[in-house]
């Protein structure tokens, strides 16, 4: 596998991942080897080398969804991401239900403050 190719795993997830993101016109799929979406600098959804998608949710809707779908924080090595709840498999193959989890990520990122963006020094 190359360096900057997504897992066999993360592969398979993206057609899925895909189909959620197409359902949010002016957002796009980035990252080659660890595919995500982002506004203003500030993540709401990634796919994990194992396949998992991964969702940042607000506090209320996060709660509401490890309840409902028995899920849990993700965990990224070592640490969990406080934010992020693991999609299960077959939700993220069900797109309609999955629907208004993934637009309440993207509503939450977009109301983030955004993030500054670096930018190279032109030495001049």
């Known amino acids: 596998m190359a360096k900057d190719q997504p897992s066999p795993a993360t ?4 057609p899925a991942y895909d189909r959620a993101i197409a359902a949010h ?3 796009e799929r980035r990252g080659a080897k660890i595919p ?3 506004l203003n600098g500030n993540m709401s959804s990634y796919l994990a080398e194992d396949g998992t998608l991964v969702l940042r949710l607000p506090a ?3 709660q509401a969804f490890l309840g409902r779908f028995e899920s849990r ?3 990224a090595y070592g640490t969990v991401q406080k934010e992020y709840v693991d999609v299960p498999a077959a939700l993220l193959e069900a797109t309609d239900e999955l629907a208004p989890w993934f637009a309440a ?6 109301e ?3 993030k500054p963006t670096t930018r190279r ?3 001049s």
């Open 60 to 62: 209320a809707d996060r």
């Open 105 to 110: 990520s993207v509503t939450y990122v977009g």
């Open 73 to 75: 924080l993700h965990e």
């Open 25 to 27: 016109p002016g957002l």
């Open 11 to 14: 592969a398979a997830s993206i």
């Open 121 to 123: 020094s032109t030495g």
């Open 112 to 114: 983030l403050r955004p």
């Open 36 to 38: 995500y979406t982002s």
